[in-house]
């Protein structure tokens, strides 16, 4: 029996044994670092399943990737399975009933085990119980700042507090009238996904970490919000905050804070090699309110995102999706893939104590390091099917209206509150 599988696979490795396949396709995140992941573990996968052909392309982002998902739902030509699907539009995938849980499969607790999920698949239990999405990654949104122009101004270390913030911004303009501290030129327009990175993220920090909506309710600490609004519309009276639409801003020098995500340092290795971690510039959770107590964490967004299966895929097609993204989860040495390829850290549970990945990140990408340690301290997305209005309505009726000076920051924050009102119902 072993000597007739031995010729069967010669055979086949020779091409002369025809293998009936199942062909899936797998929408990877429009981002190339991503899609390089993707076929990567594809073309490994196929080397040793001749019986499987997996297509992995990048979804369609116009005008975001969520319209180009419920375009193909809605044309009946969806992937077989997708990453890049956060628990807010997830929620909206469920309500239409267009993705299947992941837990129905079997070998699901056997994957959370592998894979090291225990603790963090918790946040992604949807209200019926079942897990909808797998948790890709979870980049905890930190704030880099240009520590070399802050040791010309005196500085050993960032500011904490919003007054130590405004404090370097007098020093900084003192010094260098042409810096700002800041380029956000997003908070002037309402594309809702941009809030992730400017409201949410300081808000996080003021409120340590309230959710903003709980299932159909406000539960936003207010007076939270109203001192986030309040921190943005001074640096843009002081002449801190820049809001014209420029390329770069951190990475040369003109402003001396940015929001940063991790996927930045493949693309600044390649094109700004001289920004250097710990050298050039540091990573610290956001600033928070100077009543804000020193001993106390601080939390800030969970940029977070994971993989989901379409329910228009046959039985057949779900089968294989599972299997190949089973394989994919169930190998640590395919998260450090990840990471260097994508420079953002896995969702697992280890990532900052498991030597695999900690003795990579400190050789190669100490940068990381902060991300590690902040996970704990990140708030995911709002879980809402309505996130794109309420996202939206966030800018045109509260953030824009107080950065120009029309309503207060209270009363942009009420009038957002009463903008979503209807949606929540």
């Known amino acids: 029996m072993r000597g007739l599988r031995t010729v069967f696979v010669g055979l086949l490795a020779l091409g002369l044994v025809a293998v009936a396949q199942v062909e ?77 849980p992941w837990n129905a499969f079997p070998e699901w607790e056997e994957l959370v085990r592998a894979r090291n999920l225990s603790s963090t698949i918790k946040a992604w239990e949807f209200p019926d119980g079942n897990y909808y999405i797998i948790p890709m990654y979870v980049n905890a949104m930190l704030v880099a700042w240009r520590i070399d122009i802050l040791r010309e101004l005196g500085y050993e270390e960032p500011p904490r507090t919003y007054s130590e913030v405004l404090a370097l911004g007098e020093r900084l303009k003192a010094k260098y009238p042409d810096k700002f501290l800041w380029l956000r030129s997003e908070l002037e327009v309402p594309t809702w996904w941009q809030r992730w990175f400017d409201f949410f993220v300081f808000y996080y920090a003021a409120s340590k970490g309230q959710p903003l909506i709980t299932g159909n309710t406000i539960t936003a600490d207010d007076k939270a919000a109203i001192e986030v609004l309040q921190f943005f519309k001074t640096l843009r009276d002081k002449k801190l905050l820049i809001t014209e639409p420029l390329a770069t801003g951190f990475e040369v020098g003109k402003t001396v804070m940015t929001v940063l995500g991790p996927w930045s340092f493949p693309w600044w290795r390649e094109n700004y090699p001289e920004l250097v971690y710990g050298e050039t510039f540091v990573l610290t959770p956001p600033p928070v309110p100077d009543w804000y107590p020193a001993e106390e964490p601080i939390y800030t967004f969970a940029d977070a995102k994971g993989v989901v299966m379409y329910a228009q895929a046959t039985a057949e097609q779900q089968k294989a999706m599972w299997d190949f993204i089973r394989w994919v989860l169930s190998d640590p040495e395919h998260d450090l893939a990840w990471v260097k390829i994508t420079g953002m850290l896995p969702a697992r549970d280890d990532v900052g104590t498991n030597p695999l990945f900690t003795a990579y990140i400190e050789e190669k990408e100490p940068a990381l390091l902060p991300y590690a340690e902040n996970i704990a301290f990140a708030v995911p997305p709002i879980a809402h099917p309505q996130f794109v209005e309420i996202q939206e309505l966030m800018g045109l009726e509260c953030i824009y209206p107080v950065l120009i000076g029309e309503l207060t920051p209270a009363e942009g924050w009420e009038a957002w509150k009463a903008a979503i009102e209807d949606l929540l119902k």
């Open 24 to 100: 899936i396709t797998f929408w990877s995140a429009p981002n190339p670092s991503q899609e390089v992941f993707w076929r990567q573990m594809a073309e490994a996968y196929m080397a040793t399943h001749p019986g499987v052909k997996i297509n992995v392309s990048p979804m369609p982002e116009t005008p975001t990737s969520e319209a180009g998902i419920l375009a193909a739902i809605a044309g009946g030509v969806a992937p077989t399975a997708s990453e890049n699907v956060f628990v807010g539009f997830g929620s909206e995938l469920v309500k239409s009933k267009a993705i299947v």
